[in-house]
Structures are given as structure tokens and as C-alpha cells.
């Protein structure tokens, strides 16, 4: 499917609430498999962040967009595992 995953949920919850449940359970189904290359954006502009997750989408990537810097800073730091300058994973952070 190319439908972007926030619109196929968007649609899915529509079916559910309309007594559709078979139907909404085999749009879900068709959810990609594979693993996209994710894209960090921030930009302030909410406008702007929309046109990159439709883009990015489109391009085949995985969009992780915010809307404020220190909010892409605490995803890297929950979601990236912790390297040290050497480029060596460091023993005290477990990698997600």
C-alpha cells in the first residue's frame, strides 16, 4: 500500500466507528512489512513538516519529524544507541 500509515489509521478508526470492523482489519492487514530508513526533520513551521513526512514518505522513507529541536534531541538520545567518540558502543547504554 502507499498510503501514508497516519492516513490508513486515520481511515481505519472511520471503519471501526461505522460498525466496519472486518473491513478496517483488512485495511490495517495491508501495512508494509519492511523496514524504512528513517529521516529526522525539525522545523518549526508545522506547515513545512507536513510537506517533508509526504515527501519523505514518497521517497520510500520513514519520517520522524518535530517540531522543536529539544524534542529531536531526547528521541536521539532514547532511540539511537550511545556511541563514544571513538565510534565503540559504550557498556553503560543498552541499545533499543
Same mark, same amino acid.
Given at each position: 500500500?502507499?498510503?501514508?500509515?497516519?492516513?490508513?489509521?486515520?481511515?481505519?478508526?472511520?471503519?471501526?466507528?461505522?460498525?466496519?470492523?472486518? !473491513?478496517?482489519?483488512?485495511?490495517?492487514?495491508? #501495512?508494509? %512489512?519492511?523496514?524504512?530508513?528513517?529521516? +529526522?526533520?525539525?522545523?518549526? &513551521? @508545522?506547515?513545512?513538516?507536513?510537506?517533508?513526512?509526504?515527501?519523505?514518505?514518497?521517497?520510500?522513507?520513514?519520517?520522524?519529524? !518535530?517540531?522543536?529541536?529539544?524534542?529531536?534531541? #531526547?528521541? %536521539?538520545?532514547?532511540?539511537?544507541?550511545? +556511541?563514544?567518540?571513538?565510534? &565503540? @558502543?559504550?557498556?553503560?547504554?543498552?541499545?533499543?
Amino acid at each position: 500500500s502507499y498510503t501514508h500509515h497516519d492516513i490508513r489509521n486515520d481511515y481505519h478508526e472511520l471503519l471501526k466507528q461505522a460498525g466496519m470492523d472486518e !473491513f478496517a482489519g483488512i485495511l490495517v492487514g495491508t #501495512e508494509e %512489512r519492511t523496514v524504512k530508513q528513517k529521516v +529526522v526533520a525539525v522545523d518549526d &513551521s @508545522r506547515m513545512i513538516l507536513n510537506i517533508y513526512k509526504t515527501t519523505l514518505h514518497e521517497l520510500g522513507y520513514e519520517p520522524v519529524l !518535530f517540531e522543536f529541536p529539544a524534542s529531536a534531541l #531526547e528521541w %536521539r538520545l532514547l532511540i539511537l544507541p550511545f +556511541v563514544d567518540h571513538r565510534g &565503540s @558502543r559504550c557498556s553503560s547504554a543498552g541499545s533499543l
